[in-house]
């Protein structure tokens, strides 16, 4: 079974910088399509940004281009979210998800694991 373990969350003042890890466990990870999700108090869940299983495609959610920056490191089954120029509007629940079909989509359909979450809050 697939085990998706987020960590690197906590209180950051508006400006600042926190980097996410997701650690991955328990299934061919450097195979999978990976991405982060986020979803703030009484908002639904929405696509942050995602890699694919080569690396090379990266998309963004138009609202952390230039901000934060997703990464893997496949030799540690671990995937990476730098996020800098934090926004208060950025606080909320970061989720790790993987896609057994490798691509980098956006949709959390497309998605077939799911990590627990860390959460992330911007102090303004």
């Known amino acids: 079974q697939v085990q998706l373990v987020e960590s690197g969350g906590g209180l950051v003042q508006a400006g600042g910088s926190l980097r996410l890890s997701c650690a991955a466990s328990g299934g061919t990870f450097s195979r999978y399509g990976m991405a982060w999700f986020r979803q703030a108090p009484g908002k639904e869940r929405e696509f942050v940004a995602g890699?694919?299983?080569?690396?090379?495609?990266?998309p963004y959610a138009d609202s952390v281009k230039g901000r934060f920056t997703i990464s893997r490191d496949k030799a540690r089954n671990t995937v990476f979210l730098q996020m800098n120029s934090l926004k208060p509007e950025d606080t909320a629940v970061y989720y790790c998800a993987a896609a057994r079909s490798g691509s980098s989509t956006a949709s959390s359909e497309g998605m077939d694991y799911w990590g627990k979450g860390t959460l992330v809050t911007v102090s303004s």
């Open positions: 890699i694919n299983w080569s690396g090379y495609s990266t």
